[in-house]
């Protein structure tokens, strides 16, 4: 007889679905190309939803996500997950609210990342969009979108992120030449700063363009 499994299957597949519904839409946009990218959702307390690594995100079935723990290993699989795994789950470890990461490799967010790597930051102020930062409250905040140095060393990466968490809340944060992380409580609300960060940095980069 084989053991149960340590989480909800139909938690998973409702997870999956999300997941799928999502990122085709995501995908459609030209934000996940080459494979790039990768997502996840809580499942619970102990588990994560995330995409197997390598495999084209604009067409996802349920054999592209898996299950793993928090701290990043696959569970009852052995499915190989994201690269960036340990990226998703530092997450869903420190906060038991945060219930989805996405992270994507749009134009505007390569390109931003690139030219304010070495300010470190990229500023965002004066725009009616950060509310979407404030739960619709007001427009009238500040953020600084981190840029981390890019790295195939996630342990390095995600130490950096833990060490900003420590000074500051965050939605998201940019990697130099890669792309941007986004998370929220749910999908909707990650996707809410996900489409908020991109907007908001399209903007950015138009605006200089325009003024020099
Ligand atoms: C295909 S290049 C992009 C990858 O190196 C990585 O940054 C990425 O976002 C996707 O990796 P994955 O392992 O499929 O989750
Ligand atoms: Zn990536």
Redesign the pocket.
Known sequence: MTSPLPYDPDCLARCAAEIIVNVRELSARGWTP?????FSRRIDGQHVAI?????D?GKLTEADIMVVDLDGRPVATDQKS???TLLHTQLYKRFPDIGCVL?T?SHNQTVASRLYAGAGHVHLAGYELLKAFTGNTTHDVEIDVPVFPNTQDMHTLAAQVDALLDRQPLWGYLIDG??LYAWGRDMDEARRHLEAFEFLLGCVLDLRRLRS
Not at 34 to 38: D, I, L, M, P, Q
Not at 51 to 55: D, I, K
């Open positions: 080459a494979t790039s990218s990768n995409t197997v690594s390598g495999r995100k994201s690269a960036e992270h490799h890669h792309g």
